[in-house]
């Protein structure tokens, strides 16, 4: 093997990780998924998106942490079988 082994794993790894996130968000709920997509890839406030989705900020903080959970949980899960694997 190459020195370069321990880092194309690592660099392998993260890939199957944000590809992962990518497949979490995917399925998300719709209401879920766009509340989720508006706080964290466009920067926006729970304020900003309860104002442009007519909903209170507790349901923005809810359906975000909803999300978060869901992808902490596929990461959880994947990274528990990467540690079966190498184990």
Do not use: W
Not at 14 to 38: G, Q, W
């Amino acid at each position: 093997r190459s020195t370069l082994f321990p880092y194309t794993t690592l660099f392998r790894s993260l890939a199957e990780i944000m590809n992962t996130i990518e497949d979490v968000i995917e399925k998300l709920p719709p209401r879920c998924r766009e509340i989720f997509t508006k706080a964290y890839l466009n920067g926006k406030t729970h304020k900003e998106i309860a104002s442009q989705l007519n909903l209170s900020v507790r349901t923005i903080e809810t359906q975000i942490y909803k999300a978060l959970k869901l992808i902490r949980d596929k990461i959880f899960l994947f990274f528990l079988s990467l540690s079966i694997l190498f184990s």
